[in-house]
């Protein structure tokens, strides 16, 4: 028997008694649900209170859903390593997205509230899902039962920077049941401007004022992106499902820079004026599905498939005029076309008390790359990377309270490079194994153990030479770089509070990092993209999600985190031992909303803190130290249900401050000669946005 527990609107709670309510949530269970259940489930109901109009607004109500949008629906980033079994956290009707642009993240906006029947909250490893996950998954269960039913939504708004032009964005989205079969399309507009104001300081190698400069750096997209799906489900119980992407993307930036010398008494001096302008435009094409269906008493076959091509031009010039003399300083062309396909297959078949999941995936990407420096005569570069693995995996549910899921999958896969026809082929294999055993302490308690080895996805475009704006300096491409691989071992704690107040999660990672991937050292002093070596990293999470019902704000939500983490590797410059880069020993994230209660208000913010960070090439070692960041903070009004208006400002609290501190060398870093020494103050414009949300 497995009975879920209904989910309903908290009554407001005394002061005192919210207090209790907060004190005895980590010792008392859900006394509603079954001693087996591992489902909590959230009706349509639930969130009428919330005026919900898409289903990220329906996910951000829950406790703990601001974090599952945060990571954009769970989903990893586009370079995931094919399909695998681990992906998204959010789920429709028990299956992701069979696409990789085109992914569940970008469905949460596009998908409305009066299509959903409920969400349920999931921490087991359950029967018939379409993926493997350590956390919770959100799986939402879609209306049916509508014959001839459609729905649509529209969204307009504006964004404004002081210092740009203000600019326009536009949702649309049409979806619609036709008996067996479902379909919608969607069309967006988005264009997200930025301005990014520097204020840089360069100082000799004796800590002398060298020079100032000023940089204006305005970025503007024109992205218009057009998607599709379609769905049916025939007599026999077989289902199909198909979507596609088409996007034509432009982002520009317009960087002004102002030079001068630095006298003495610190006078500064017109010296030179920098003009960039940079352009990258690519037009995205994806086309994905998957068809599944039973086999007699074998079990459920599904296949999945995506085709996705993406064709780039990238310009970069940079000029600069001192006593009159305009000359270029630098340019760089770009016209490569990347593309991606993957196909995977696999049976679940239920056992008695055992459920398997086998078959077989295939992955195929590419790389065309057609670029120049300067002046240089143009090159061509082609990367491909075919890979091909086989996997099983087996669930049980040892006891009422006792699951262990085990899985191992066998990858093959080889890397060919041609360059101005300099060839190269190199062939890897890796063998994964994955063991997640689960356990309800009680029904409102789980403990989470996972040890699995993993393998990262390839950036294509490592393998050949790009151009760092930033430091003004050359990426030289890498021929022999391999993929990433990791042995991990987590312990996980989770704790859901009564009456639906919210939850805790502790989460403590090991992981030991083979061939780790970073700047080396090419020729004496140039660097590019490489494996470094064997290296380890550690964190402890904390995740609380809580309602303030016990001080009478039952509709108020607060998601906090605080991540920390170490790490070290060898340098490969020095051999001195350091963190690996970009890794952070401290990083705080806050969200909070509250859906004012009897009204149809709802206002709320985010915000973010994390420590420094190093990051360290051949001549160059940096620290970035970041301000407290308020990444938005917003009020939205429901003039009906089905209408809603939104403002929300970015960026107005401290800028997003962030310091650059850059030591560069003359040569090796290790050498230990001072070039000069930059201290860069980065800042961004707040943004405001002002939006009209409606379904019909």
């Known amino acids: 028997m497995n009975t879920n527990k209904i989910i309903s609107f908290s009554p407001f709670l005394s002061t005192k008694a919210g207090f209790l309510v907060l004190l005895l949530g980590l010792t008392v269970p859900l006394v509603a649900q079954e001693q087996n259940e591992s489902t909590v489930i959230y009706e349509l109901g639930y969130f009428a209170p919330y005026n919900a109009v898409t289903l990220a607004d329906m996910i951000r109500n829950i406790p703990g859903g601001e974090t599952i949008l945060r990571r954009r629906g769970g989903q990893r980033e586009n370079n995931n390593r094919g399909f695998g079994a681990s992906a998204a956290q959010v ?69 404004d920077v002081d210092g740009m032009s ?169 016209d490569y076309d990347e593309g991606e396909t993957i196909m995977r297959s696999a049976m679940t078949s239920v056992i008695g008390r055992h459920t398997l999941e086998y078959g077989a995936e295939a992955a195929f990407n590419t790389l065309d790359r057609t670029f120049a420096f300067n002046n240089d005569p143009l090159q061509n570069a082609i990367v491909e990377e075919d890979r091909y693995e086989l996997f099983i995996t087996h669930s049980i549910l040892l006891t009422q309270k006792l699951s262990l899921q085990s ?93 639906d107040a919210g939850s805790i999660e502790l989460k403590a990672l090991y992981e030991d990092v083979s061939d780790h991937i970073d700047k080396i050292l090419i020729d004496t002093d140039d660097s590019g993209i490489g494996n470094i070596g064997s290296g380890w990293r550690k964190n402890l999470e904390v995740n609380l999600n809580t309602r303030f019902g016990f001080i009478g704000l039952p509709s108020a939500v607060l998601t906090f985190s605080y991540t920390h983490e170490e790490s070290e590797i060898n340098d490969p410059f020095t051999g001195a031992k350091r963190r690996l880069r970009f890794s952070t020993p401290d990083y705080f994230q806050i969200s909070y909303r509250h859906d004012v209660e009897g009204t149809n208000l709802a206002y709320g913010f985010n915000a973010h803190r994390r420590s420094g960070w190093l990051r360290q090439d051949v001549s160059l070692f940096e620290v970035t130290d970041f301000e407290i960041h308020l990444g938005t903070a917003f009020v939205e009004y429901n003039f009906t249900p089905s209408v809603k208006v939104r403002f929300a400002g970015a960026h107005f609290l401290n800028d997003d401050g962030r310091t650059f501190n850059k030591t560069f060398y003359d040569g090796n870093i290790a050498d230990g000669v001072i070039n000069r020494i930059d201290f860069q103050d980065w800042r961004i414009h707040p943004d405001y946005v002002l939006s009209l949300q409606a379904t019909f």
């Open 91 to 159: 789920l429709i009707n028990g299956r992701r997205m069979s696409g990789k642009i085109n992914n569940m993240s970008t469905a949460l906006a596009r998908i409305q509230a009066t299509q959903v029947e409920r969400i349920e909250l999931i921490r087991g490893n359950a029967e018939g899902l379409d993926i493997r996950n350590e956390g919770i998954i959100y799986n939402v269960i879609l209306q049916e039962g509508a014959e001839n039913s459609s729905s649509s939504l529209l969204e307009v708004g504006v964004t």
């Open 166 to 334: 203000t600019e326009p964005g536009v949702l649309a989205s049409y979806n619609a049941n036709r008996g067996p079969l479902e379909f919608g399309l969607s069309y967006q507009y988005e264009t997200r401007p930025r301005l990014n104001l520097v204020d840089e300081d360069i100082l000799n190698a004796d800590r002398t004022h060298r020079e100032f400069r000023s940089l204006f750096d305005a970025q503007t997209r024109a992205n218009h992106i057009i998607t599709g799906t379609v769905g049916y489900e025939f007599q026999n119980g077989a289902i199909l499902q198909l979507n596609g992407l088409y996007s034509d993307n432009e982002n520009l930036h317009d960087r002004h820079e102002d030079q001068f010398l630095i006298g003495a008494g610190g006078v500064r001096t017109p010296n030179a004026i920098e003009v960039g302008d940079i352009d990258r435009v690519n037009q995205e094409f994806e086309f994905g599905g998957d068809f599944e269906f039973e086999i007699r008493d074998l079990g459920r076959l599904k296949t999945m498939f995506v085709v996705n091509r993406t064709e780039n031009d990238d310009e970069i010039i940079q000029d600069i005029t001192g006593n009159n003399l305009t000359s270029r300083l630098f340019s760089s062309f770009a």
């Open 407 to 499: 899985a191992l999958t066998e990858e093959y896969s080889t890397i060919f490079q041609d360059r101005e026809g300099q060839a190269n082929k190199r062939s890897f294999r890796y063998l994964k194994p994955r063991v997640e055993l689960r356990y309800d302490l009680t029904l409102a308690d789980q403990v989470r153990l996972l040890a699995e080895r993993t393998v990262s996805q390839l950036n294509l475009n490592d393998f050949i030479a790009s151009r760092n704006i930033d430091d003004d300096t050359i990426n030289f491409g890498n021929p022999t770089l391999e993929p990433e691989s990791s042995w991990s071992l987590s312990l996980g704690y989770e704790h859901r509070f009564v009456n």
